[in-house]
Each structure stands twice: as C-alpha cells, then as structure tokens.
C-alpha cells in the first residue's frame, strides 16, 4: 500500500545542506516528491512511497541531523502525486 504525505518543518534549518540531507535520506529509504524552502522559512516536504517507507522518513524529518534543529513538523494528508524521483527544487 502507498501513502502520501506533505509536511512543513520548521526550526533552525535554513542554510546549511538540510534539504540535501532529506534528499539522501529520501533515495535511501525509496522515498519519491520533493523538498524546498519556503519564502517564510519553512521547509516544505513532500514525499510518497510504501507505507513503511514514508512513516520513516516522517520521523527522519522530524529528528535534528547535524548543524539543525527541527522545532516543528506539522503533518497533512495529501494526494498520491505518482513522482519517479526525489528532488530539490527552488523557490
């Protein structure tokens, strides 16, 4: 069964390789969508996959990596996109 997720984090994230690292930890765990900045300082993450898969990385996202602090995930049910690739996009 797949499942769809879009969530918007926020914290001490902007500025040093955050989306990069959601993207690593998106091609390891089979993840497809995308993650960006948002003008208002969020990150915004889409992503959608095998339901295992995507309830791993939401709590991915939601751990601080390195040089990062997540305050905040707020979590919204979304529509399944069909993405074939994870990737970074620009405001």
């Known amino acids: 069964m797949r499942k769809s997720i879009r969530l918007y984090i926020t914290g001490s994230i902007q500025?040093?390789?955050?989306?990069?690292?959601i993207k690593d930890q998106a091609d390891k765990n089979k993840?497809?969508?995308?993650?960006?900045?948002?003008?208002?300082?969020?990150?915004?993450?889409?992503i959608e996959g095998i339901v295992d898969n995507v309830n791993a990385m939401v709590q991915t996202c939601k751990?601080?990596?390195?040089?990062?602090?997540?305050?905040?995930?707020?979590?919204?049910?979304?529509?399944?996109?069909?993405f074939k690739e994870?990737?970074?996009l620009s405001i």
């Open 63 to 82: 751990a601080s990596p390195p040089h990062a602090k997540v305050r905040n995930v707020e979590e919204k049910q979304a529509p399944f996109q069909g």
């Open 31 to 46: 993840i497809n969508g995308y993650v960006r900045s948002l003008e208002d300082g969020r990150v915004e993450v889409f």
């Open 86 to 88: 994870f990737k970074i």
């Open 15 to 21: 500025g040093i390789f955050f989306r990069q690292y």
